[in-house]
């Protein structure tokens, strides 16, 4: 059942996982995917003991982008994360594979989600200076070239 989440997770060297900590404060940490189970759906984790973390819900988050932020790839799987003797194991609970159709609607999404996120706060939304940007890059093209 966790061969497809496995697949996904294997096509990035880390996820950041977020469980709680003591308190109920959500806490993140990053960690390798690399000893992620297909067979179970279990990830043995080190939580660092500054982290606090407890016993509790829990996800694995990664996702991916080139330099102009195209080419999004994402994984999320949810579960739990469990004290098993002196070890933390991550425990997966659902999987869903992310459609080609959330990724456009994510992406269309947030222009809307800025706009009301202004529109809350009352602010305008933030001219760019086009001129200053394209100097830069092209100070920077310049500076790759021999």
């Known amino acids: 059942m966790w061969a497809e989440a496995a697949k996904r997770l294997s096509r990035f060297p880390e996820a950041v996982l977020t469980a709680l900590d003591a308190d109920g404060y959500p806490t993140s940490v990053r960690v390798p995917t690399r000893h992620y189970d297909a067979g179970s759906g279990e990830l043995y984790v080190k939580m660092p003991d500054r982290s606090r973390v407890a016993e509790s819900p829990a996800n694995l988050l990664c996702h991916s982008h080139d330099e102009k932020l195209w080419r999004l790839d994402s994984t999320h799987v949810r579960g739990r994360l469990e004290r098993r003797d002196d070890e933390w194991v991550f425990v997966s609970e659902s999987f869903m594979p992310p459609s080609r159709l959330q990724i ?43």
């Open 104 to 146: 456009v609607a994510f992406l269309r999404g947030t222009g809307t989600s800025a706009q009301k996120y202004l529109d809350r706060r009352g602010l305008a939304r933030p001219t760019v200076n086009w001129a200053a940007v394209k100097e830069v890059r092209q100070r920077a093209k310049r500076q790759r070239t021999p």
